[in-house]
């Protein structure tokens, strides 16, 4: 499984948009997944100029969903203070 293929799989096309950032089926986290795609193809800027991706996920109980990365919750797995990997400008910046 590669998450950051250029070309999404074929299971990302019957992928519907979770409200939350679990399956929408069976309520199973993101480590559950069997499968992930990334789409850094296509970001789209939020108000305060960062970026989001889709986040594909394909569950293990069959439900393929995504979410937007933004929506992520919170890691316990980082120091607070660290820099998000995905925003290579941090701070105030314009285009």
Known sequence: MDAFARIPPDWTEKAVHAQEFCCPTCRASTAAAEQVWINRRSPVFTEDHRRKWQEFYQCQCGTVWWA???????????????????????GDWMF
Do not use: I, V
């Open 68 to 90: 937007w990365s933004s929506d992520r919750p919170p890691t316990t797995l980082k120091k607070p203070d660290t820099p998000d990997p995905f925003e290579p400008f941090p």
